[in-house]
């Protein structure tokens, strides 16, 4: 039973019957950490105003906190509403905004894209790809950002947790989008979630290894099991996709 009940699983839905269904993950693989590089800073400066703490200190301590729920595949682990009051009660005072509203109040750049994403979904969906959104990250704060840089309207849906009730790591994440006759590929830039999870529901993978990781990462937190689940393409850059995509699909 999820934590986060569906709102509607199926608004706004393209059902595909046959095709192939890209799922592409969103931070690290075509934007730089918007909300945590951004919107999270807020919430960082407002404690840290609060509290007369170092901000260095409680960015720390929502780091071991995302850390520990990672971990334990905690229902909550990116309600970052929830887990910046779990700081801001240990630092004896209160969170009372939502992080949410801050996202679609805030501007964002376009350098928290990833260079050629845009001319590379647009190739995409010229190329009569279906493409989902797929994230762990909230709907409510990652498709405001989506919006502000232009990115929402190359994707068919947006696939969340508070949205559609699951996370990567389970299967009902995906499974409604698959397409009945076809292929489905999840690409990402993390192991557990963009290749060992999806190869365990039936998807092909294609992993987007980066030369530089941003440093805010829980690569390594997820638990996966010891059967290892091996790419089925490995890229550096994300124009590199189309080329995969073939060579793997045909």
Known sequence: MPYYKPHNPTAGLTQVAEGTAIFIDLDGTIMKFPFKR??????????SEQTNTSPLKIKGMLMDKEYAREKSLSDRRYDWD??????????????????????????ISNSFIYPRTKRTLRGLRKSGYTLYAATNGLYRYQNPILEKLDLRKYFDYIIAPD????????????????????????????????VYYPKKFGLKAVLLRRPQNYRWSLEGATPVGSDAEEPDAIIYDISELPRALKGILT
């Open 38 to 47: 951004k919107i999270l800073s807020y919430a960082i400066r407002e404690l």
């Open 82 to 107: 929830d887990i910046v009051r779990e700081v801001a009660r240990e630092l004896g005072t209160e969170w009372k905004h939502d992080l949410g509203k801050i996202a679609e109040e805030s501007s």
């Open 163 to 194: 949205k559609d009730g699951y996370y990567k790591n389970e299967n009902e994440f995906f499974r409604p989008y698959m397409p009945k006759q076809g292929f489905s590929v999840m690409v990402g830039d993390e192991y557990g979630y963009d």
